[in-house]
């Protein structure tokens, strides 16, 4: 009996230590949110500030009708979760420009990625702007490249040309 005991006396250790081991966990992970959270509210802080001063304002959470203007971009067919914040709109006689941060999801089998980037729209019925991707050079894009595809090399940003 006392072997038994023994072992029952185990089992409720072992217990305590997952039981630790969550609430620890637990904790790690909500400080790490608030890391996020922090620094994302930084982000939208300095850009409201850098455009207040410029006289323009910032929508952080922008209005459905927005997200339905932009839900013919190409970009707007990728993944899932997609979340638009920190919307500057500007509007001239000759042109029309949005800015935001947009945040997607993607799944693959094992895993999801969040992506981040910022989109800049130029609408323009008075300038001649190309259709044009601006992003990191991909493998792809020498395949591309073969077939007529166009590629800008910036010498002074060699990261932008790495491949991701």
């Known amino acids: 009996m006392k072997t038994l005991y023994l072992l029952g006396d185990i089992a409720n250790h072992d217990g305590l230590d997952v039981g630790l081991a969550v609430i620890i966990a637990l904790a790690v992970g909500v400080a790490i949110g608030l890391i996020f959270h922090s620094m ?6 300095k850009i409201k500030s850098i455009f207040s001063d410029m006289g323009l304002v910032v929508s952080e959470i922008p209005n459905k009708r927005v997200f339905q203007q932009l839900e013919n971009y190409p970009l707007m067919d990728i993944g899932r979760g997609k979340r638009f914040k920190n919307l500057v709109s500007i509007e001239t006689p000759q042109a029309q420009l949005k800015m935001f941060d947009y945040r997607y999801i993607i799944n693959d089998d094992e895993h999801s990625t969040s992506h981040k980037q910022t989109v800049l729209e130029v609408t323009s019925e008075f300038l ?9 050079e991909r493998m792809w894009d020498k395949v591309a490249s073969v077939f007529g595809g166009q590629d800008i090399d910036f010498s002074d940003h060699p990261a932008f040309q790495t491949n991701l």
């Not at 994302?40 to 802080?45: F, G, I, L, P, V």
């Not at 001649?128 to 990191?136: A, E, H, M, W």
């Open 40 to 45: 994302e509210k930084a982000r939208t802080n």
């Open 128 to 136: 001649n702007i190309p259709v044009f991707n601006l992003r990191r």
